[in-house]
C-alpha cells in the first residue's frame, strides 16, 4: 500500500454530496468529521485527488459577504 487507505472517507465524502448536492470544504470536513474524527486533516487532499480521478469537480465562488472566495464541490455524473 502506497500510503493511509481513503476509501472509507471517499465514500463518507460521496455521501456528503449526495445529500447537500454541492458544499464547501469546510462543510465536507464537518460533516465527515462526524463519523470519522481521524481524517479531518486529509478531506482537502482526499478532495483534490478525487477530482484528478474524476469523481467530483469544484468552482470557485464569491462568498456572500463579498471578502472571500470558497471553493465549493460536487459529484461527477456517472460516465457510462
Known sequence: MDGPDTSGTEKWIEVVLLELHEATTTEIVDRVSI?????????????????????????????????????????EPTKK
Not at 468552482?59 to 459529484?75: A, E, P
Open 35 to 75: 463519523f470519522n474524527q481521524d481524517c479531518a486533516d486529509r478531506i482537502p487532499m482526499i478532495l483534490t485527488q478525487m477530482r484528478m480521478d474524476g469523481k467530483i469537480s469544484y468552482s470557485v465562488v464569491q462568498s456572500g459577504d463579498g471578502k472571500r472566495k470558497n471553493i465549493v464541490w460536487k459529484l
